[in-house]
């Protein structure tokens, strides 16, 4: 399954590609992710509910922090010049809280090749701007023929 950081598959794919997306979480983003999916948890959207609390201020959902990672799986791909569907994620982790207003840098490496089945296994690693880690999570691609 593994591939050496040398080898390539044949679709454009090589062990430690790796692919950076930055992006600063606003206000828009967090009330725009809960209208989207629903959850208007207090711990997203009431500031002073938040401010009692661990945190002290609005957290962005996870699943939000996470979907920033499809950004760089999708470069990924584009620079091969191929087709691919994600296979989902596995061992996803929220370390640290994405507060509004962090600037959020995936970034997304290529682990693992499984030629025969044409999938790749990509760490991906969501830092702020004080260089914590927020989030942790591999992504598997499958390649299209």
């Known amino acids: ?21 930055t992006k600063t979480v606003g206000e828009y983003d967090v009330y725009g ?3 989207i999916t629903g959850d208007f948890a207090p711990n997203h959207i ?9 945190y002290g201020e609005r957290i962005a959902h996870g699943v939000l ?3 920033l990672s499809s950004t760089a799986s999708t470069e990924i ?10 296979y989902g994620y596995d061992r996803v982790r929220f370390i640290a809280p994405v507060y509004i207003g962090d600037t959020v840098t995936i970034t997304y490496t290529v682990a693992a090749v499984d030629y025969d089945e044409r999938k790749t296994f990509a760490d991906i690693v969501a830092t702020n701007q004080r260089n914590e880690t927020c989030m942790a999570a591999t992504h598997i691609l499958k390649f299209l023929r």
């Not at 591939?3 to 997306?21: C, E, H, I, M």
């Not at 009431?46 to 661990?54: I, P």
Request: hydrophobic letters at 45%; proline letters at 0%.
């Open 1 to 21: 399954m593994g591939a050496s950081r040398n080898q390539t598959a044949d679709w454009g794919v090589a062990v430690g590609d790796t692919a950076r997306f």
């Open 33 to 35: 992710f809960a209208g």
């Open 46 to 54: 009431d500031r002073t509910f938040m401010a009692a609390g661990t």
């Open 65 to 67: 922090t996470l979907g």
């Open 77 to 86: 791909v584009a620079r091969a010049g191929g087709r691919a569907v994600s």
